[in-house]
């Protein structure tokens, strides 16, 4: 699968981005459950300015593909950021029985 197909290559760097941003909001007093909700408000709050930045829209299909475009990219990124969040918990909480090879 050609992650590259979903994501647009100049947005892939929201998700080192979202995933600092995702540390610094772990370490203050919000609740765990809340931080993907927040990640992806933030994730489809910075490619909104990116993508505004780049083309800004001059009818109201572009309106529309612009406002489509913005949620599913901040989307992406903010699951990806989670994602690879769980990778590093994972593996870095893994037994060491599961480790050794019978």
Do not use: C, H
């Amino acid at each position: 699968m050609d992650f590259n197909m979903y994501m647009s290559s100049e947005l892939t760097v929201l998700i080192p981005v979202l995933y600092a941003i995702g540390a610094f909001i772990k370490k203050s007093s919000i609740k765990n459950w809340k931080i993907p909700f927040i990640l992806g408000a933030f994730g489809i709050g910075l490619s909104l300015f990116y993508l505004v930045s780049k083309s800004y829209p001059s009818s109201i299909e572009e309106v529309f593909g612009l406002i489509f475009a913005t949620i599913t990219q901040g989307i992406l990124a903010a699951a990806s950021s989670v994602y690879a969040n769980n990778l590093y918990k994972q593996f870095k909480d893994r037994k060491e029985s599961d480790d050794k090879t019978p």
